[in-house]
């Protein structure tokens, strides 16, 4: 019954992320493109979306707000873009941050174990568990990434922090 009860908190939890950032639908295609909607911009609180740019250099995946050109040529938020690639660097940065951070982390998490909010309890136990034994990586692993990050937030001076789904946040400035 608790896991039922969890996942009908977690089901609440995306209708009002979705509502909070004006997106319509989670990505249904996220082995090919596993940021969609968790890239969310610092400046309107709108997701980014994923565009294909032509460059000298060859074709590159880049995201931007989706308020930026929201109207063919007029600019509207004036957020900057940024690279997979970039992402991908982000992630990693934060997930190994997070693992250096585990033992200051552990507390917080076992007093959550410990409190009223079924869905923060498993988060927790989950958290608890995936960083235990846990490795630096140095590529990204989708199914980690997904499992473990609820957004990242993009801010126009270079301000990165990437958020996890048991609420800690870790800072990276571009």
Not at 90 to 104: D, Q, S, T, V
Not at 116 to 128: C, Q, S, Y
Not at 149 to 166: A, H, P, R, S
Request: a neutral charge; aromatic letters at 10%; charged letters at 30%.
């Amino acid at each position: 019954p608790w896991i039922w009860e969890c996942v009908q908190l977690e089901m609440k939890r995306r209708e009002r992320y979705l509502e909070e950032h004006n997106i319509t639908r989670f990505s249904q295609n996220t082995e090919a493109n596993p940021f969609s909607s968790k890239i969310i911009c610092g400046e309107c609180n709108r997701a980014f979306a994923r565009k294909g740019w032509r460059t000298p250099n060859g074709d590159r995946k880049v995201w931007q707000c989706s308020e930026r050109y929201k109207v063919k040529g007029v600019l509207g938020c004036g957020n900057r873009h940024i690279y997979d690639e970039t992402l991908i660097e982000i992630y990693l940065m934060a997930w190994n941050g997070l693992l250096e951070c585990r033992e200051m982390l552990v507390p917080e998490w076992e007093r959550k174990m410990q409190g009223v909010n079924l869905l923060e309890r498993f988060r927790a136990m989950d958290f608890m568990e995936i960083t235990k034994d846990a490795r630096p990586i140095k590529e990204l692993d989708i199914d980690l990434m997904l499992r473990t990050v609820d957004y990242i937030k993009m801010f126009e001076e270079g301000m990165v922090v990437t958020v996890f789904l048991d609420g800690t946040g870790i800072e990276w400035k571009n």
